[in-house]
């Protein structure tokens, strides 16, 4: 009996060690909480004491609680919780994480122990702001100007989604959003709050989303507001795939400020049906619109390209090839990562692939310049190669147009032809016209003649710029 009661004892000295332990308020590691989900970074440390050390169980775990942004426990989160018997000596530091809800300026902590249960008061107050949308944003669909009429207003907006990869804050419900005006180019002051805002006075302005004293990169673009006093104000129209556009991605879309109405024009032409603040385009060309603001009128404009690159070649459109000559044609291009297809009379020229190619017969010529990497896009460019006109001394009056290679065509001196600006005419024996041209290519007849009658005769005049004129007959034989 005596060794059950010694036992008793032992057992109740145990339970009387780990009844109880005193935490004290836990100290800071931080001065604000700013938590961001762009840069991955969301742990903040406390460091608290306890004592005694020796009062802990085995399977005790340290807590700490995150208040609510007024700094209440009613609702609080528990935000790290130790694993049993992790922690055992004083003092101890302790890291967590925000919940992605947070967002005030007086949050709260406190550590909790579970053997024994004991809590500590609550830390300092802080800002605790965790930034789901941490990136600029745009207002106005990025038209820099927006215009209002005398004793109205122009609405602000946060768009949503907005154009191209625009990281929209709406997308996010718990976020709130503050407008300012700038009142220097370093400094704003505070003018309103919400997803819109109606300007009323001159300035330029701009949104953030309230992260508090929390520093972010969740602001907008800068948007100049004026008040039109009479015959309207010019603005902006933006382009959703910038200007210039690669007309690749698709169609770009066009946006104007704000108004009661709109009116868009293409070339100084009004563009039927096109009365909406967005007009949708894959052509280029100077687009305007009217906009009716109410009580009075304001228009933009913009000159919209759709060239992502240039080149240019080194020869005429028109070029004459002499006997045992060539002819160098060399592209010049800002194409990123360049190729080149050169063609004769339509057909692609085999292992031409460089940016030059030596001409060496006549015939009509093209090459596709091709940007392969950014922008996929290409571009055209044209030329003719003609042998030179033999330089006769006489205008002949027979000619033989069998294909044999030999006196086939009408060929006269080289002072008459294509480039001299000479008048020449050749008619029937009826005296009916069948060429009239100031560009004749030593080519009559390109057409087969009808042989109705042995060697039809034709007649010519030949009239020079200077109006000296040359009569004469041809005579056609087989």
């Known amino acids: 009996m005596r060794n059950f009661t010694i036992i008793i004892l032992i057992f109740s000295f145990t339970k009387a060690i780990h009844a109880q332990i005193f935490i004290a308020s836990p100290n800071l590691g931080f001065t604000q909480a700013c938590a961001s989900s762009s840069t991955s970074f969301n742990a903040f440390t406390v460091t608290f004491s306890f004592t005694p050390s020796t009062g802990l169980a085995p399977t005790n775990q340290f807590i700490i609680e995150l208040s609510d942004a007024s700094g209440s426990f009613t609702n609080s989160t528990i935000v790290f919780t130790s694993a049993q018997g992790a922690v055992t000596t004083s003092p101890a530091t302790l890291s967590f994480s925000l919940p992605t809800t947070t967002s005030g300026e007086a949050y709260r902590v406190r550590i ?13 107050a802080f800002a605790a702001y965790y930034k789901i949308q941490d990136s600029p944003f745009s207002i106005n669909n990025l038209i820099e100007t927006g215009v209002y009429c005398a004793g109205g207003s122009y609405l602000l907006t946060i ?22 005006r700038e009142t220097s180019p370093t400094t704003s002051v505070f003018v309103g709050s919400g997803n819109t805002f109606y300007v009323n006075t ?12 929390c520093t972010s990169n969740s602001f907008s673009n800068r948007v100049t507001i004026s008040e039109a006093t009479s015959g309207g104000v010019s603005s902006n129209i933006s382009s959703s795939l910038g200007n210039p556009y690669c007309v690749n991605e698709g169609p770009t879309t066009l946006t104007t400020i704000h108004g009661n109405g709109y009116q868009w024009f293409k070339d100084g032409s009004a563009i039927s049906g096109a009365t909406n603040q967005t007009y949708v385009t894959n052509e280029s ?25 240039t080149s240019s070649i080194d020869v005429e459109e028109n070029n004459i090839l002499n006997e045992d000559e060539t002819l160098l044609a060399t592209v010049t291009t800002d194409a990123t990562n360049p190729e080149f297809e050169w063609y004769l009379n339509d057909v692609i020229i085999s292992g031409e692939t460089g940016n030059s190619y030596e001409v060496t017969q006549e015939g009509n010529y093209k090459v596709i310049i091709y940007q392969t990497s950014g922008c996929i896009a290409s571009k055209e460019l044209v030329f003719n190669v003609t042998e030179a006109f033999p330089d006769v001394a006489h205008i002949p009056n027979l000619i033989s147009p069998n ?3 030999i006196n086939d065509t009408w060929v006269i001196p080289q002072k008459y032809v294509a480039g001299t600006n000479t008048e020449v005419i050749i008619m029937s024996s009826q005296g009916k016209i069948v060429l009239k041209t ?12 009808d042989f109705k009658d042995t060697n039809p005769v034709y007649y010519y005049i030949i009239t020079t710029q200077d109006n000296q004129i040359k009569k004469g007959s041809i005579t056609v034989v087989k």
């Open 202 to 213: 001159p300035g330029t302005y701009f949104a953030e989303t309230n992260y508090g004293t």
């Open 159 to 180: 768009d949503n989604p907005g154009f191209g990869s625009n990281d929209s804050p709406l997308q996010y419900p718990s976020l709130t959003f503050n407008w300012y």
């Open 112 to 124: 909790k122990s579970t053997a024994p249960a004991s809590e500590s008061q609550a830390s300092n």
């Open 438 to 449: 100031d560009d004749y290519q030593n080519n009559w007849p390109q057409d087969q003649i």
């Open 285 to 309: 060309g100077s687009y305007s619109v009217s906009i009716d603001l109410g009580e009075c009128v304001s228009t933009a404009s913009i000159d919209l390209d759709t060239s992502t690159f």
């Open 403 to 405: 294909a044999d290679g």
